[in-house]
């Protein structure tokens, strides 16, 4: 891939982690704790969660550049390993010891949890997580599995026809939902599929191939398909800045996008996993301790933000890249 639309993906990584943390900083935290500020001037931020949607779209792109260039399904699964455990684990233990000595109601868990936690498998078996924003990475899991599997089971031409058909398959087991009395069985198989956010992976997928230059009918479909599912079940503002990505990624996918690559937001798009990680506790914390002493709102949002940037930024430089570079040297055994 062209380092323009490599740096143009880590713009739209950045995009979508400042969306989410701005949302959590101002309209989620204010809905749980409440705000000494007024927030009528802070409409956009409301919809700032939808840069978890931005990021699945992202994976989308990115995971089948990754799949394309893995020789098996064990070197794919440890190279997914380094890429996300040890940022995760720094975030987990991290988040876990400062809210427990410094509290923050209603977002404490066990030591017991907090250990489950570490496995990234919390989300499927229904554990409370440290920190909320992790039940993302249960959707992400999905996907890896679905995908990988197709990959390396099926004939290239039938990976993209079975994930096609995934994608139809959440249309009815959404519409399922809507209509109510849902057999078990259904919301196992969407809990293990993450049918309700397929269709963003899969115009990521899509819009990946149209870069390629490749397979043209089945990456319309896929993207075609995921553009009806948003119109079909979404709606007002969220379903306008959700179809609002679309063109975005067709702007990439063309090379087009650079733009987007700003320094600011090409730095934030590479520490945006280890901030989205811990950002949301840490925060939260900072404006509980801030509204304490009496701390004017404003520069408490400046301290929460400008605190989660440094702690992703070591995240990312010493245990994200430093740890996750040395576990990759090692998939060339696996």
């Known amino acids: 891939m062209s380092k323009a639309r490599i740096s143009s993906l880590d713009a739209l990584r950045g995009i979508a982690a400042l969306a989410v943390v701005l949302y959590h900083y101002t309209f989620r935290y204010d809905a749980i704790y409440g705000h000494e500020f007024s927030l009528e001037h802070l409409f956009i931020f409301k919809y700032g969660y939808l840069g978890v949607q931005l ?4 994976s989308g792109f990115v995971i089948y550049l990754s799949l394309e260039n893995t020789s098996n399904i064990k070197k794919f699964a ?3 390993f380094a890429r996300l455990y040890p940022a995760y684990w720094f975030a987990v233990i991290f988040t876990f010891i400062v809210v427990l000595a410094l509290g923050l109601p209603g977002r404490d868990v066990s030591f017991l949890h907090m250990l489950v936690n570490l496995s990234m498998l919390n989300g499927f078996v229904g554990i409370p997580s440290v920190d909320g924003v992790y039940w993302t990475l249960r959707v992400e899991l999905s996907f890896y599995f679905v995908i990988a599997t197709l990959y390396f089971l099926l004939p290239r031409k039938q990976v993209l026809i079975g994930f096609l ?3 139809i398959l959440a249309f009815f087991v959404k519409y399922l939902y809507l209509l109510g009395n849902v057999h078990i069985s259904i919301k196992i198989l969407n809990l293990i599929l993450s049918l309700d956010f397929l269709h963003f992976f899969g115009a990521g997928i899509g819009f990946y191939l149209l870069s390629k230059k490749n397979d043209y009918l089945l990456a319309s479909l896929l993207i075609a398909t995921s553009i009806l599912y948003n ?22 996918s063309a090379g087009k996008a650079k733009f987007l690559s700003t320094r600011l937001l090409t730095y934030l798009g590479a520490i945006s996993y280890s901030l989205y990680l811990v950002h949301q506790n840490i925060g939260y914390m900072i404006f509980n301790y801030s509204y304490k002493y009496n701390i004017h709102p404003v520069i408490a949002f400046f301290i929460a933000l400008s605190v989660s940037i440094l702690i ?3 995240s990312t430089r010493y245990i994200e890249q430093t740890i996750g570079r040395k576990l990759k040297k090692l998939s060339d055994y696996a």
């Open 78 to 80: 440890f190279n997914r």
């Open 165 to 167: 058909s995934l994608l």
């Open 231 to 252: 119109l079909a079940f979404g709606k007002g503002a969220e379903l306008i800045i959700t179809l609002s990505f679309y063109p975005l990624f067709l702007l990439l």
């Open 55 to 58: 990021f699945f779209m992202i």
């Open 312 to 314: 992703a930024h070591f």
